[in-house]
Structure formats: structure tokens, C-alpha cells
């Protein structure tokens, strides 16, 4: 059964993305023999070098990037990691402080957290009721001894966008590197690491049509990082391990796709959200949208009904596949940090849908998707 399948309508892009017929063609030839090692001088291992190279030059296309800037991770996850315990260390004492966003992933706020239990004095900037920081607050919280500031690029519940362009000019200006978690952004809307004057981003893979267990950190050329990972002298020794030439054609394959639909798709998302939402709110009476309507991703909804769980409105629908906050929280009954940060109450705030939209999905299955939430809700709200 495959995302596409009309036995069930996925809403949950934001969790992860089907990966794209075009990237599962171009990993095959290394599942069926292209195994060479890419350090390897031989035809075998020059060609998996090869595909390596056009992998990585394909994700710096995408993000305006070199690709010499651009190291290949397991994930996200990893190159946050890489990122926030890599420049913290390569500054040691002296630059030992740490800004970032209160509702960042739990990927940048757990090694934000981890350096602060080391040692390292961390700020937790607080953001509005529409989940924005305020780059005021960034600027203000900047010291001597800051070594990088975290803030992502949007999130992964509410889609709201943040202002990086404003945070890292603000931080350029006073010699303080920005990364940004762009998981969420890439492929959905532009990107473009010399437009944002960020000096770090990260990917993810699986959040853009390509596979899990790969992703990339751009890293701008003269900044340093201490290697997360020891060994070998790999990704111009800032990873070491040998590369997978099937992972990085994938993620080289994705990035070239997205590239190509990016238009097309950012404003078929959009439609096929503002349709969903308007369905929504015409039905459904008090219904509160968690987030700003404009200022976040064209293919995240996130509304909430008061009074009612969102995990009892996806239970009594099997057909329907959606999350109730971000997909890596969704067997907690707590309230999402992130809703939590943005002063949303939790009696609205429990009642949390995450409605994420991608290229599995069509205008009939969004006309499906809002009768069946309608008629779910009227059933709950009715015990």
C-alpha cells in the first residue's frame, strides 16, 4: 500500500513525504550493484564517488549554496546535532552561549539543553501568540560570549515562518553565526542560504520525497565546527564515515525535483489548503486556527477544537491520516510545547489537528478529507 492509495487520505506531510518515484529510480543502481566504496580508485568506486558528487551538487543547487558547502548527514536530527554541539566546541570557553526559540525542534533544543547541562548559558527566546520570535529579542539577547543562535526556518506544527532574514542580519552585524532548521521549508517554499544570510542549515531527507536516514547540513565556507562524528577524513573531514552514493543520489534526485516543482507545487498546496481550512471553518462552529494565516508554509493547517481532543477525532476516522501535534509527540497526552509557547490554552490546545498536505494528495481528497472530519466532529461534540 503506497501514500497514493485511495484507501486512505494522508495528511501528515509534515511527519514525513512518500518518497518520490523519481529518487527510489535513481538509488536503485546501488542496490543492484553499485557497492563501491567512494574512496576507491578503481571504476567501481570512481563511479560511486561520482554519484556522491552529483548528490551533493544537486542539494546546493537547490538552497543557492556550494557544493563544497554542503555535508551529507543521517538526517535532521543529526545535523542540528553537528551544528550546535560542533560550534559551541570549536569556540570553547570563550564563546560558550547559545540563543535559540522555545519552539524549536526537540532536535535543536535537546543538544541546546545537553550543552547547557555541560556548562554553556542558553537562551530560550519566547515567541507570540502566532509562534514568531521577536528579532528584537534576539538582538537583545546577544552577548560576548555568544557562539551561535538557533532559530528554525518554520515549524513543523503551525508552519509559521520565522524572521531569519531580519535575526541574521542582526547577528552578521555583530559577528554571531545563525543556523537554521529548515526541514520544514525545503520544498515548500524557496530557500536560499545567501538570501537568508544564514551561515548553517539543515535538511532532511525525508521531508522532502527522499528517503529516511539521509540528510545535509550546509555549512558557509570559513565557519568552523568540531566533527560530531571521529574517524576517517570524509566530507572535507567535518563527517567522518564512509558515504552512501545510494543516499546521496536519492537526496541529490529529491533536491532536483523539488527544484523543478517547487511553483508548481507551492501554490497547489496552498489551494488545496485554503480550500480545507475554508470547509473547516464554515462547519464547524468555534473552531480556532493555531498559527497566523499568512507567514507560514502553504501546506500546513493546524486548527484546534475547543473542548475536544484531537486524538478523538482521528480515532473515529481509520481512513484519514493526520497528527494531533508534531508527528515525534503524538503518544503524548501533554500539551505541545510549541501550542504551549504560543500561550494557547490547553483546553484549545488539546483539541489540536495537524493537517499537513503534499503531492499524495488531490482537490476530491480534500473535499473527502472535510466532510469526514465535519461529520466526525458533529459525532464527539454529540457523546
Given at each position: 500500500?503506497?501514500?497514493?492509495?485511495p484507501s486512505?487520505i494522508?495528511?501528515?506531510?509534515n511527519?514525513?513525504?512518500?518518497?518520490d518515484?523519481?529518487?527510489a529510480?535513481?538509488?536503485?543502481p546501488?542496490?543492484?550493484?553499485?557497492?563501491?566504496?567512494p574512496?576507491?580508485p578503481?571504476?567501481l568506486?570512481?563511479r560511486?564517488?561520482?554519484a556522491?558528487?552529483?548528490?551533493?551538487?544537486?542539494?546546493?543547487?537547490l538552497?543557492?549554496?556550494e557544493?563544497w558547502?554542503?555535508?551529507?548527514?543521517?538526517?535532521g536530527?543529526?545535523?542540528?546535532?553537528?551544528?550546535?554541539?560542533g560550534v559551541?566546541?570549536?569556540?570553547?570557553?570563550s564563546?560558550c552561549h547559545?540563543?535559540?526559540?522555545?519552539v524549536?525542534?526537540p532536535?535543536?533544543?535537546?543538544?541546546?539543553?545537553?550543552?547547557?547541562?555541560?556548562g554553556?548559558?542558553l537562551?530560550?527566546?519566547p515567541?507570540?501568540?502566532?509562534?514568531?520570535?521577536?528579532?528584537?529579542?534576539?538582538?537583545?539577547?546577544?552577548?560576548?560570549?555568544t557562539?551561535?543562535?538557533?532559530?528554525m526556518?518554520?515549524?513543523?506544527?503551525t508552519?509559521?515562518?520565522?524572521?531569519?532574514?531580519?535575526?541574521?542580519?542582526?547577528?552578521?552585524?555583530?559577528g554571531v553565526?545563525?543556523?537554521?532548521?529548515?526541514a520544514?521549508a525545503?520544498?515548500k517554499?524557496?530557500?536560499?542560504?545567501?538570501d537568508?544570510?544564514?551561515d548553517?542549515?539543515s535538511?532532511?531527507g525525508?521531508?522532502?520525497?527522499a528517503?529516511?536516514?539521509?540528510?545535509?547540513l550546509?555549512?558557509?565556507?570559513?565557519q568552523?565546527?568540531?566533527?560530531l562524528?571521529?574517524g576517517a577524513?570524509q566530507?572535507g573531514?567535518?563527517?567522518?564515515?564512509?558515504?552512501?552514493?545510494m543516499?546521496?543520489?536519492g537526496?541529490?534526485e529529491a533536491?532536483?525535483?523539488?527544484?523543478e516543482?517547487?511553483?508548481?507545487d507551492?501554490e497547489?498546496?496552498?489551494a488545496?489548503?485554503?480550500r480545507?481550512?475554508?470547509l473547516?471553518?464554515a462547519?464547524?462552529?468555534?473552531l480556532v486556527?493555531?498559527?497566523?494565516?499568512?507567514g507560514?508554509?502553504?501546506n500546513?493547517?493546524n486548527?484546534?477544537?475547543?473542548?475536544?481532543?484531537?486524538?478523538?477525532?482521528?480515532?473515529?476516522?481509520?481512513?484519514l491520516y493526520?497528527?494531533?501535534?508534531a508527528?515525534?509527540?503524538?503518544?503524548?497526552?501533554?500539551l505541545?510545547?510549541?501550542?504551549?509557547?504560543?500561550?494557547?490554552?490547553p483546553e484549545?490546545?488539546?483539541?489540536a489537528?495537524?493537517?499537513?498536505l503534499?503531492?499524495?494528495?488531490?482537490p476530491?481528497?480534500?473535499?473527502?478529507?472535510?466532510?469526514?472530519l465535519?461529520?466526525?466532529?458533529?459525532?464527539?461534540r454529540?457523546?
Amino acid at each position: 500500500m503506497n501514500a497514493a492509495s485511495p484507501s486512505f487520505i494522508y495528511l501528515d506531510h509534515n511527519a514525513s513525504t512518500p518518497p518520490d518515484p523519481a529518487v527510489a529510480e535513481a538509488m536503485r543502481p546501488f542496490l543492484e550493484g553499485g557497492y563501491g566504496n567512494p574512496s576507491s580508485p578503481y571504476p567501481l568506486g570512481v563511479r560511486a564517488r561520482e554519484a556522491v558528487t552529483r548528490g551533493r551538487e544537486a542539494v546546493a543547487r537547490l538552497i543557492g549554496a556550494e557544493p563544497w558547502e554542503i555535508v551529507f548527514t543521517s538526517g535532521g536530527s543529526e545535523a542540528n546535532n553537528m551544528v550546535l554541539k560542533g560550534v559551541v566546541d570549536a569556540g570553547k570557553a570563550s564563546r560558550c552561549h547559545v540563543i535559540t526559540s522555545a519552539v524549536e525542534h526537540p532536535a535543536v533544543l535537546n543538544p541546546a539543553l545537553y550543552l547547557m547541562e555541560l556548562g554553556a548559558d542558553l537562551t530560550v527566546l519566547p515567541v507570540d501568540g502566532q509562534g514568531r520570535v521577536n528579532p528584537d529579542d534576539v538582538a537583545r539577547a546577544i552577548g560576548p560570549k555568544t557562539a551561535l543562535i538557533s532559530v528554525m526556518l518554520a515549524n513543523n506544527e503551525t508552519g509559521t515562518l520565522q524572521p531569519i532574514r531580519e535575526i541574521a542580519r542582526t547577528a552578521r552585524e555583530r559577528g554571531v553565526p545563525v543556523h537554521t532548521d529548515a526541514a520544514q521549508a525545503i520544498g515548500k517554499i524557496p530557500v536560499d542560504v545567501n538570501d537568508l544570510g544564514v551561515d548553517f542549515l539543515s535538511i532532511a531527507g525525508h521531508k522532502l520525497y527522499a528517503p529516511k536516514g539521509v540528510g545535509a547540513l550546509f555549512v558557509r565556507h570559513g565557519q568552523q565546527l568540531t566533527p560530531l562524528v571521529h574517524g576517517a577524513a570524509q566530507e572535507g573531514g567535518r563527517r567522518a564515515g564512509t558515504e552512501s552514493p545510494m543516499l546521496a543520489a536519492g537526496l541529490g534526485e529529491a533536491c532536483r525535483v523539488a527544484g523543478e516543482r517547487l511553483p508548481t507545487d507551492t501554490e497547489t498546496f496552498r489551494a488545496m489548503r485554503d480550500r480545507l481550512e475554508d470547509l473547516l471553518f464554515a462547519a464547524v462552529d468555534g473552531l480556532v486556527r493555531n498559527g497566523p494565516k499568512e507567514g507560514r508554509l502553504p501546506n500546513t493547517l493546524n486548527v484546534s477544537i475547543p473542548g475536544v481532543e484531537g486524538a478523538r477525532i482521528l480515532e473515529g476516522l481509520p481512513t484519514l491520516y493526520a497528527s494531533t501535534g508534531a508527528a515525534c509527540h503524538d503518544r503524548s497526552v501533554t500539551l505541545s510545547h510549541v501550542l504551549s509557547a504560543m500561550g494557547v490554552p490547553p483546553e484549545i490546545g488539546m483539541g489540536a489537528l495537524r493537517l499537513t498536505l503534499g503531492r499524495s494528495n488531490t482537490p476530491a481528497q480534500i473535499e473527502e478529507a472535510a466532510g469526514l472530519l465535519i461529520e466526525r466532529i458533529r459525532q464527539v461534540r454529540e457523546g
